[in-house]
């Protein structure tokens, strides 16, 4: 299924099945249980206040988010939530979607709180601007792309798999450019849940994680900051301060 959402001219009455029937709102969109192989589509041009928190069910295939028309990325502003909300929501492919949230703490939140593998996601061409613009917090897992493996105890472990973000542009931002971090990869003892011992005994870090051909600006703390992952790639990225 393919559904449309468009903020000016939309109706949350529509069945959102196409461009004249698009929903209008964050909070119908938000409402869909989406599939594998189904796209959410924003129209371009279009502002949005909120976040967009989508829910599917997990495990049959690609959930695709993106623009649809010509013009603008469309603007979420998080109005001090996350804009972009993906909590357990893996195999999402993620691209033209610009957010701000100049009194919030995060542009992209990507967490897994459910335990285990948070596999393939894919974050590209987004433009995140304006996080935490006013400074009222300076905490390192506050920022721009935020990617964290919060799962407790009565969980368990839980990491990423294939982690891709890439040719995004991250500006006025505060304090991390792009993070990810986590309850399960950390060697050292103390804040985290982990008992590690080895790499091979009480550690859980993610793999496949890429981190291509960023933008990141004007960034109140650390540009890219990446902890507990086996073999990550980061590169041709360009940080400035």
Known sequence: MIYYLDGAYGNDLNDGLSRQTAFKTLKKANGIILSGGDKLLIKAG????????????????????DRYGVGEKPLINGKNIPPLLLENF???EVENIAV????????????????????????RNCRISH??????????DDGGIICSSWSEQEQGPGWFD???????????????????????ANRT??????????DTEGWWPSYGVVIRGNRVERIGGDGIFIIGTVDA?????????
Do not use: Q
């Open 90 to 92: 893996d195999d999402v």
């Open 189 to 198: 003892k103390g804040w985290a849940y982990n008992d590690y011992v080895s």
């Open 46 to 65: 279009t502002v949005y206040e909120g976040s967009l928190s989508p829910k599917r069910v997990r495990g049959n295939g690609t959930v695709y988010i």
């Open 100 to 123: 701000t949230n100049y009194s919030g703490n995060i542009g992209i939140h990507v967490v897994n709180t459910a335990g285990g593998a948070m596999k393939h996601i894919h974050i």
């Open 131 to 140: 996080v935490n613009d006013d400074r009222h917090s300076y905490s390192r």
């Open 233 to 241: 790639v980061i590169e041709w990225n360009t940080v400035y301060y």
């Open 162 to 184: 294939d982690l891709l973000i890439e040719d995004n542009e991250i500006y006025d931002v505060c304090r991390t450019g792009i993070l990810l971090t986590g309850f399960w």
